[in-house]
């Protein structure tokens, strides 16, 4: 499985994803727009990042580009049956839970940044919009457990 980062701003919360992906299994991480890597511009590591990563970082292979559409149309050439989900807020998304017959190796898991989610244009080339079920009065969950929880989904399947 493909994860991809679309404008996450928080260097604690990609660091929980790379630590989580590393204990996932998660193929590669693909960190997109202002999302923050492991090494900062002048290649040296970003201590906010790794203080949670744990070194996971150095597990997992991962790339930084600027355009998720970009990085969704590359993946898809290179092999047309990778499927996309997302997990975002929406009113076509369907409870993780409900999602079967996926295959992990095509699978690409796709989360947003943690204010503004991610945009129509990469919802709309979704495979699948997934959602985790809320039973308190809060409406989303952290992007790091959020991805954690779908993650896992994808393992255990």
């Not at 790794?50 to 597990?59: C, I, M, N, Q, R």
């Not at 947003?112 to 969950?141: C, F, H, N, Q, Y």
Request: glycine content about 8%; overall charge negative.
């Amino acid at each position: 499985m493909i994860v991809i980062l679309d404008n996450i701003r928080s260097m604690h919360n990609v660091g929980s994803i790379f630590r989580t992906a590393d204990a996932a299994g998660i193929e590669k991480i693909i960190l997109c727009g202002i999302t923050p890597g492991p090494l900062d511009k002048y290649d040296r590591p970003n201590s906010r990042l790794t203080k949670v990563s744990l070194g996971a970082e150095d597990f997992i292979k991962w790339e930084h580009t600027d355009s998720t559409l970009d990085v969704i149309d590359r993946l898809k050439k290179q092999d047309p049956d990778y499927e996309i989900y997302t997990v975002e807020l929406h009113p076509d998304a369907i409870n993780y839970q409900e999602l079967t017959g996926f295959n992990r190796e095509k699978s690409i898991l796709i989360l947003g940044g943690e204010v503004d989610g991610l945009s129509p244009e990469v919802l709309s080339r979704a495979t699948r919009i997934l959602k985790i079920p809320m039973l308190g009065r809060k409406e989303s969950l952290n992007v790091s457990v959020a991805f954690g929880i779908v993650a896992y989904h994808f393992v255990k399947k």
